[in-house]
């Protein structure tokens, strides 16, 4: 399969006046056609920093590219241009967001800010742009779409403005669409229907998908490979199936550990104690030795990201082939539990 | 990254022996709203230079006349309208008065009339908006229903037809810059303390039994306190400004007390062959409300606490 | 919005009715009434005075009176202008003062709403704190300092511009921007924060992220939203250009309502006092009504929520 996407050493700052926060920190992956990826972590770890930094929508300043390149069509993202950002936004990769309440205009209509993309991308007219625009409302599932393009935001439910946004997301069939939390403003049973609409696009049109989230449930029925980052780093990035079940990063292990269970009649709700590092002063080591049960004198340096095999990686000295045995199984029978 | 590992020694793999902790939560520096607050007003030049500004002139009118050799009201008929010299260093009016006398009590009379009538309203605005938005339901409104009327009112014209009907002087216009003055402060006051009745914690302290009275004191007012200290440093300059427009169409003080107001109003007629006579003034007056205004902008923005990161 | 439309119009009749009669009241409780002076009337005056208000009638009887009158838009003599109707004040002043008032709007408009889009769009940069440095010094020197400032130097030291009258289009020139300067920078300044407000938005990071230029986010997403705190600061504004008005009219001696306003004050002419405040009151109400409307048709969620 071909990569589309190709994030390497990503390096992102914001310079405010407390100091330099430091959001991304040597962040790479690849993204192949078709695939969808998820990437996971607590709020503030930088996954959403990370998204917005593939579109070019972090305000700068204060945020700032420190280092690193992001590839897509052989082109460096970082290093372009407004107007080859502009040909490469909405046309080429989309987004939605958390809160579909506010990211719709309320004074246009639901079908002024579909078509304006379509005329804008696809150089269609403002007939064919309006066709297009009822097509693609009924193809995310909205009933009387002849109606709906007329209407205004605020006269639509939640689930519905999310079905908006990904009528306007995936108009113009881009390689890529980042969801940025695409469910968590909306109910349950909504959240649900919302997933499988994104799945089901993304096997029809072929989409790479990179879908940001905090629900490690979710990744588990949507995605191909999953991503963890913890304080501006990725602590692992594995396949699904993988990550389940052998997680190598005791963070990793902590989250699993952390999604309720309805399989089990008296489990506990297991929480992660403390709280992340603050990234105006990031720890020279681990981020997350202070949290961490099997924290060792070694993890007041940096873990580089070891590999475990071909598709699993996890920055955790445990893995270093040096490290004691009797360490890694405490971990091993800690996890099989 | 693969296969050539640094060797490391087996000493750093040693268990660090710790009690899973928290040490984090102290990591970072917390300020406070107001340490926050006062940092970034003291970044704004502007705000800063008009907040020393405000400082001057009110220390000026209230030592500055009795500095002065000449009183705000002697008449020297000889020597009127005399251009700005050492001994007159704003030069003299028309009936010879002393203008820097007469713009230095003038800065009295303006300065008391903004303070003295935005602290009355914010007295009434603070308890009539208080009230609404804290006791809310049947009486809020009643107290809304009211003061959307008022709003409604053109205020203006109606302050001008009462100082006709009341006459000059200070306290007529204490009154009249009162009655319409309290609305504004009153509506922000009920919609902050609107959302704040809804938070939590407002709410626990009603469940652990607070009085209105400790409520409103303990968590409502100093939560408001942004809103009400803003509010005070675009007050006066607005009580200071209607006075002086007042004044300018001959319902202010009465003479010989002079306001910045009632000095323009006398400038501008000799305009053409005495201009120092409305420079002075309308110096003071300009320079007053730039002031406040860089003060107020500076300090709205230091207290909005969506700037706060 | 047919119902909205009919709420607002009933409440401005309610207000106007306040309006007249809280005038009514407050002139009509100057100790010996209004129509007493320092000095005595001619008699034709007060027999006419007499004759039209029957001021030997109870107050409430004048009253009703009074209001049947306005409402067939009668105001009522003048009783320092002997010959003279306030009906004919307004006939004569009401058209100069609408025409230096709506040059003043337009030109507030003009210029402070596209200043205070440049300071969003430039935020923080050199244009921003240029543009505001003005607006400050725009909302904080009154108008009757800036009107004899322009007149001193545009007007005597350079002498482009006639210092008084209105008789032809030079002579508008110096009043119509003073009267416009303070409303001017306050628009500058409103539209900066709204713009500010509006460019933080989700919706706006959405069009963005469709790929939008610069200009069409700011000219098609932003600026609708922007301009409806703007449509309610027009009532407001209104309001500050017709006060201005007294001001300017009678530093530049512009024979228009202001001026008549003033003057009438000064002379403590009761009845042409009442007369003007409550036809400006009417006026600047139904200005508000106007807005509101406007309001309504501008912002769509208006329409169901009220």
């Known amino acids: 399969m071909k990569t589309v996407l190709q994030v390497k050493d990503l390096k992102i700052e914001f310079h405010t006046y407390a100091g330099v926060v430091q959001a991304v920190n040597n962040v790479s992956f690849d993204l192949k056609e078709g695939e969808v990826i998820g990437l996971v972590g607590e709020s503030g770890c930088g996954k959403s920093v990370t998204s917005g930094s593939i579109m070019r929508l972090i305000p700068m300043p204060p945020g700032k590219y420190a280092n690193g390149q992001i590839l897509f069509e052989n082109k460096d993202i970082v290093k372009m241009n407004e107007a080859e950002l502009r040909n490469l936004r909405g046309n080429k990769i989309a987004m939605i967001f958390q809160d579909p309440m506010t990211c719709l205009n309320p004074v246009l209509t639901v079908g002024t800010q579909l078509m304006e993309t379509y005329i804008l991308h696809q150089g269609m007219t403002n007939q064919q742009a309006r066709e297009k625009a009822v097509d693609m409302l009924r193809r995310v599932g909205i009933p009387a779409p002849e109606q709906r393009v007329q209407q205004y935001p605020h006269e639509l439910s939640g689930g519905m403005r999310q079905r908006v946004m990904i009528a306007m997301a995936l108009g113009c069939n881009p390689k890529i669409l980042i969801a940025d939390e695409p469910t968590t403003a909306l109910d349950v049973t909504i959240q649900a229907q919302i997933m499988d609409l994104i799945k089901k696009l993304n096997s029809e049109l072929n989409t790479a998908v990179i879908l940001i989230t905090h629900d490690l449930g979710v990744v588990a029925g949507m995605c191909d490979r999953v991503l963890v980052m913890y304080a501006g780093h990725i602590v692992e990035s594995a396949n699904v199936k993988d990550l389940y079940a052998h997680p190598q990063h005791p963070y990793t292990w902590s989250l699993l550990q952390s999604i309720p269970r309805m399989d089990q009649a008296k489990h506990k709700l297991q929480t992660i104690a403390g709280k992340p590092p603050d990234l105006l002063n990031p720890p020279s080591g681990c981020g997350f030795m202070p949290r961490c049960k099997f924290a060792m004198d070694l993890c007041n340096k940096k873990p580089p990201l070891f590999t475990v095999s071909d598709s699993h990686q996890a920055a955790c000295w445990m893995l270093h082939p040096e490290c004691p045995h009797d360490l890694k199984q405490l971990f091993a029978k800690e996890v099989a539990k | 990254m693969t296969d050539n590992y640094t060797k490391i020694d087996q000493v750093l793999f040693k268990r660090l022996d710790f009690k899973l902790d928290t040490s984090f939560d102290i990591a970072k520096r917390r300020t406070t709203y107001w340490q926050d607050a006062w940092r970034r007003l003291k970044m704004n030049k502007f705000a800063v230079a008009g907040l020393i500004f405000i400082i001057i002139i009110s220390i000026a009118a209230i030592i500055g006349p009795w500095l002065s050799h000449f009183s705000y009201s002697d008449q020297e008929l000889q020597r009127v309208n005399e251009f700005p010299t050492w001994e007159h260093p704003f030069g003299t009016d028309n009936l010879g008065r002393d203008l820097l006398t007469r713009v230095l009590y003038g800065a009295r009379i303006s300065m008391s009339i903004g303070i003295v009538v935005s602290f009355l309203n914010l007295i009434i605005g603070v308890l009539y908006g208080g009230a609404a938005g804290y006791f809310g339901g049947k009486l809020d409104d009643f107290l809304m229903r009211l003061i959307d009327i008022l709003w409604s009112i053109p205020s203006t014209l109606i302050v001008i037809l009462l100082m006709v009907v009341l006459g000059p002087g200070l306290i007529n216009i204490y009154i009249a810059l009162v009655l319409f003055g309290w609305i504004g402060i009153a509506r922000q006051v009920r919609g902050q303390i609107l959302a704040l009745r809804e938070l939590e914690y407002v709410m626990a302290a009603k469940l652990i039994g607070a009085g209105h009275f400790r409520i409103i004191m303990r968590h409502l007012i100093p939560n408001a306190l942004g809103i009400i200290i803003v509010y005070m ?47 002075f003034p309308a110096l003071a007056i300009s320079l007053t409300m730039l002031s406040f205004n860089f003060f107020g902008d500076g300090l709205r923005d230091a207290l909005d606490p969506r700037m706060r990161k | 919005m047919f119902k909205y439309t009919v709420k607002r119009f009933f409440s401005m009749v309610v207000v106007i009715w306040i309006v007249i009669t809280v005038t009514f009241l407050l002139v009509h409780s100057i100790p010996g009434g209004p129509f007493t002076a320092e000095k005595k009337l001619p008699d034709a005056v007060l027999k006419n005075l007499e004759a039209r208000y029957h001021l030997n009638d109870p107050l409430y009887v004048q009253y009703g009176d009074y209001l049947k009158n306005v409402v067939q838009g009668d105001f009522g003599p003048s009783f320092k202008y002997e010959d003279r109707t306030v009906n004919q004040i307004i006939e004569d002043g009401f058209p100069v003062s609408a025409e230096l008032g709506l040059l ?153 309502l202001g001026r008549y306003f003033v003057t009438s004050i000064f002379n403590r002419d009761y009845t042409a006092i009442l007369g003007l405040t409550i036809f400006d009151g009417c006026l600047l109400v139904f200005a508000n009504f106007i807005v509101d409307i406007a309001y309504g048709l501008v912002d769509p969620r208006i329409k169901v929520s009220k």
Not at chain 3, 136 to 163: D, E, Q, W
Not at chain 3, 180 to 192: E, H, K, Q, S, V
């Open chain 2, 233 to 279: 440093t675009f007050g006066i300059p607005g009580a200071i400004f209607t006075e002086a427009f007042l004044s300018y169409i001959g319902l202010g003080v009465s003479a010989p007390i002079a306001s910045w107001g009632t000095l323009a109003s006398d400038g501008v007629s000799s305009l053409q062959s005495y201009p120092f006579q409305i420079f």
């Open chain 3, 104 to 256: 003043s709007i337009l030109l507030a408009v003009i210029v402070g709403i596209p200043a205070g889009i440049v300071c969003a769009v430039w935020h923080n940069k050199f244009p921003d704190y240029f543009t505001m440095f003005f607006a400050v010094i725009g909302v904080s020197v009154p108008s009757f300092i800036v009107a004899p400032t322009l007149v001193y130097f545009f007007a005597y030291k350079l002498p482009f511009f006639p210092a008084a009258m209105w008789e032809g289009p030079e002579y508008m020139v110096l009043p119509t921007i003073a009267l416009a300067f303070g409303p001017t920078a306050m628009l500058a300044r409103l539209t900066r924060s709204s713009m500010l407000e509006i460019l933080s938005q989700d919706y706006i990071r959405t069009a963005r992220a469709k790929g939008l230029s610069r200009l069409s986010i700011i000219y098609k997403h932003a600026l609708k939203n922007a301009l409806i705190p703007i449509i309610t600061f027009m009532g407001p504004m209104i309001f500050g250009i017709l006060t201005g008005s007294f001001v300017i009219e009678q530093i530049f001696a512009i024979p228009g």
